[in-house]
């Protein structure tokens, strides 16, 4: 069976960093993806990892490592704005990927 | 602006009707999902397509229908069988061989009493 893994809920104060991790199981992989959703919104796209590292884009990053079928998102300078849902997916074909639960991100001034 | 437009914002319909949620997307993109999402949960794949009059049923298909008579147009119908169908409903499009890059509408919260 396919399984993604990502905690329910992480806090964090305001200006500080975070992580949020992402253990994955599933039959096939090409790539591992990261979406942020705020309460009410619709879901938005933040990363892809295909090969094993880190990806910057600004104050986010993502890595990946293959062999141990996991990953993470790592939030820096956080601000208030930056709380919200973030959603790991699974690109386990070339054609649709899998979700995970999601990680609610708490952050306090 | 390119983008996704899903309709209506919010549904409310009563038991045992059939009810079908508009997406409509204008950024040339060939590939258009449905996800449901429940409180506190993930998305889940109904319903998939890559291409004009083709689909494919994702992990939930069993109630829903869905057709893609057109590449701009993605409607997904909610029919009676669906034992419970409120929830919130996102559909999504994707360019050639990104799929792991989704563009979302705003999202149908369908309520049925």
């Known amino acids: 069976g396919q399984s993604l893994e990502q905690p329910s809920e992480v806090t964090a104060v305001e200006g500080a960093i975070v992580q949020i991790n992402c253990t994955y199981q599933?039959?096939?992989?090409?790539?591992l993806s990261w979406y942020q959703q705020h309460d009410g919104g619709a879901p938005t796209f933040l990363s892809y990892n295909a090969l094993d590292g880190l990806e910057e884009t600004g104050r986010f990053s993502s890595f990946l490592s293959r062999s141990d079928s996991y990953g993470y998102l790592l939030l820096q300078e956080l601000q208030m704005k930056d709380s919200a849902s973030y959603f790991c997916a699974v690109n386990e074909r070339d054609d649709k990927i899998i979700f995970g639960k999601g990680t609610r991100l708490h952050i306090l001034p | 602006d390119g983008g996704i437009t899903q309709s209506p914002k919010y549904l409310f319909r009563k038991e045992g009707q059939n009810v079908t949620l508009s997406c409509e997307q204008n950024l040339n993109h060939d590939a258009m999902y449905w996800y449901r999402q429940d409180p506190g949960q993930g998305l889940r794949l109904i319903y998939y397509?890559?291409?004009?009059?083709?689909?494919q049923k994702g992990d939930i298909a069993e109630g829903y229908s869905v057709s893609r008579e057109k590449k701009e147009s993605f409607p997904l119908t909610v029919t009676s069988a669906q034992k419970n169908p409120t929830a919130f409903y996102l559909c999504?499009?994707?360019?050639?061989?990104?799929?792991?890059?989704?563009?979302f509408g705003p999202g149908t919260r369908l309520t049925v009493t």
């Open positions: 999504a499009s994707s360019g050639q061989g990104r799929y792991y890059e989704q563009y």
């Open positions: 397509s890559q291409i004009v009059n083709d689909f």
């Open positions: 599933t039959s096939g992989f090409y790539g």
